[in-house]
Nanobody, 125 residues
Framework: QVQLVESGGGLVQAGASLKLSCAAS????????MAWFRQGPGKDREFVSA????????YYADSVLGRFTISRDNAQNTLNLQMNSLKPEDTAVYYC??????????????????WGQGTQVTVSS
């Protein structure tokens, strides 16, 4: 049974940093495209960042480029998201997801088969 469990969310002030982690079980995360999505209050779920299976290429939404860094620890079977210079508009529930899709689908939530339960990130101004 596949499980993705996120951790690391919290309440921080603007400009602070947080590191999210996603512990995977029941699958080998290095053989999946792994991604972070987020859903803010009253908003649709949106792509944040992804790392591809195989060569581990990283992808970012324009809104987080240069502030967030995605990484994968194959030994621990975990996915991480280092978030720096946080802004109030980063406030959302952050979800970890896994996909076996082709690279052209890496930003689309509809292509991800497995999802975590989410972790809340709140950034105050």
């Amino acid at each position: 049974q596949v499980q993705l469990v996120e951790s690391g969310g919290g309440l921080v002030q603007a400009g602070a940093s947080l590191k999210l982690s996603c512990a995977a079980s029941g699958l080998t995360s290095s053989t999946y495209n792994m991604a972070w999505f987020r859903q803010g209050p009253g908003k649709d779920r949106e792509f944040v960042s992804a790392i591809s299976r195989g060569n581990g290429r990283s992808y970012y939404a324009d809104s987080v480029l240069g502030r967030f860094t995605i990484s994968r620890d194959n030994a621990q079977n975990t996915l991480n998201l280092q978030m720096n210079s946080l802004k109030p508009e980063d406030t959302a529930v952050y979800y970890c997801a896994a996909s076996r899709g082709v690279l052209s689908t890496i930003r689309g939530p509809e292509y991800y088969s497995f999802w975590g339960q989410g972790t809340q990130v709140t950034v105050s101004s």
